[in-house]
């Protein structure tokens, strides 16, 4: 079993639509929780980065830690075309040091 | 634009070489991380170096090494190459332990 777990997708909405992007986990010292957009042959680019539970909004985007259920959301409001990417979560903690641990990604449609 | 620089953006070579991945971290940031990004295997953490340090190993082959010199830039050398080493392989750099890590975009790697 993957540490951490991420519907692949595709996922395709409609210009304007709310998007929930979700990830679960198993390692219960995953402390960090990072959402990554990756545009095609572009590098991971953040978008949110987190500190064990909580809510944190950034415009558009919002992202969700939930530790006693494992389990992290990304919600994108007014979705546009160019949201249309990957979305990647990522997770640390202490005992893994830095490194990050990576869903596999879910692949992001918004059609206008 | 990340800040963190990947050189070259592609290479094409055969099996058995041997290549040099370049990465030079954004500037002020002293922790360098290599990944590899395959289609069957996601995103995987490779090695960090901290300072000139080795700090962490991941799932790094025994074929791959790493250094970071004096002036933070980093270097990650892949030996015997095999057809499937082909992948993407990231840098990304943070300032520190648990700080934020920012990508570039990665050098396409094809073994033919």
């Known amino acids: 079993q993957k540490e951490v777990e991420q519907d692949p997708g595709p996922l395709s909405v409609p210009e304007g639509a709310i998007v929930s992007l979700n990830c679960t986990y198993s390692?219960?010292?995953?402390?960090?929780f990072m959402w990554y957009r990756q545009y095609s042959r572009k590098g991971p680019e953040l978008l949110m980065y987190t500190y064990s539970s909580g809510n944190k909004e950034d415009g558009r985007f919002t992202a969700q830690v939930d530790k006693s259920s494992k389990y992290i959301s990304l919600f994108i409001r007014d979705s546009q075309p160019s949201d249309s990417a990957t979305y990647l979560c990522?997770?640390?903690?202490?005992?893994?040091?830095?490194?990050?641990?990576f869903g596999e990604g879910t692949q992001l449609t918004v059609n206008p | 634009d990340s800040g963190v620089t990947q050189t070259p953006k592609h290479l094409i070579t055969a099996t058995g070489q041997r290549v040099t991945l370049r990465c030079s971290p954004r500037?002020?940031?002293?922790?360098v991380y290599w990944y590899q990004q395959s289609l069957d295997q996601g995103l995987q953490f490779l090695i960090q170096y901290y300072n000139g340090e080795e700090r962490a190993k991941g799932n790094i082959l025994e074929r791959f090494s790493a250094q970071q010199f004096p002036d933070l830039h980093s270097e990650l050398n892949l030996s015997s190459l095999e057809l499937g080493d082909s992948a993407l392989y990231f840098c990304a750099s943070s300032s520190g332990v648990s700080q934020p890590q920012h990508f570039g975009d990665g050098t396409r790697l094809s073994i033919l």
């Open positions: 500037s002020g940031d002293l922790s």
């Open positions: 390692n219960s010292a995953f402390q960090y």
């Open positions: 990522a997770m640390s903690g202490e005992t893994s040091g830095s490194r990050l641990t």
